[in-house]
């Protein structure tokens, strides 16, 4: 096994105590040469860590997700904001669009489900469909979604509720800069890490879950 900043737990980097770090062989913050890392933040990622740092130290443990990404958005100066949402999502997508505009934010969003393309474009068998029995699924449309949010003019766009890979793909194509204010789990009322916390008790299945479902 190889180690790395998941298995260390000393949180060294955090105090900057050079004494309590890993060797230099497998500790980033030793082994890598600040300057490196300070040149990859150009004026706008500076601007955007200088504002979650004040916002996260602003709403310390008081402010809740959504209130941070309003802060956050604020202090930006974002004042259009987009909402990818899941279709499954769309009451929640309704009260953060109310809310949003509520404080004076523009909002433009976009459903999954926009475009309206049956799954056969992406090879989806009727077979492969979650209800085989339907002539015909319509698809998630990430790339769709991004692409139209951006093209309106967010200058933020707020991931809500999307599936595993069609989030990678909402990212991929989203020209605005992206925040996550939930992922979707439909098992764990989208909280996913809430598995986490249960995988060394009644979750422990996760331990063995690619070898017991794909053999
Ligand atoms: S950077 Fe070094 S000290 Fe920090 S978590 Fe990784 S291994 Fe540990």
């Known amino acids: 096994m190889n180690f790395t900043c998941a298995d260390c737990g000393t949180k060294a980097c955090e105090q900057r105590n050079y004494d309590k770090m890993p060797d230099a062989s497998v500790c980033i913050s030793k082994n890598t040469d600040q300057q490196w890392f300070k040149d990859l933040y150009d004026e706008e990622d500076l601007m955007i860590a200088h504002n979650a740092a004040v916002t996260e130290a602003a709403g310390y443990c008081r402010q809740t997700r959504l209130e941070e990404t309003m802060a956050f958005a604020y202090r930006m100066g974002y004042r259009k904001l987009g909402i990818g949402f899941c ?55 990430p790339a769709g979604q991004a692409e139209y949010l951006t093209s309106r003019g967010c200058e933020l766009c707020i991931i809500l509720g999307l ?26 009322a989208h909280n996913p890490i809430g598995a986490l916390y249960q995988a060394d008790s009644y979750l422990s299945r996760v331990h063995t879950f690619i070898k017991d479902t794909f053999g």
């Open 87 to 141: 279709t499954g999502l769309s009451k929640e997508a309704s009260v953060l669009a109310r809310v949003l505009r509520d404080n004076g934010f523009e909002v433009e969003a976009a459903c999954c489900k926009c475009g309206s393309i049956p799954k056969e474009f992406v090879g989806v068998t009727r077979e492969e469909q979650l209800h085989p029995e339907r002539d015909f699924e319509i698809m998630c449309n």
């Open 163 to 188: 599936c595993v890979g069609h989030d990678t793909l909402f990212i991929r194509h989203c020209n605005a800069p992206v925040t996550v204010l939930s992922g979707k789990d439909r098992v764990m």
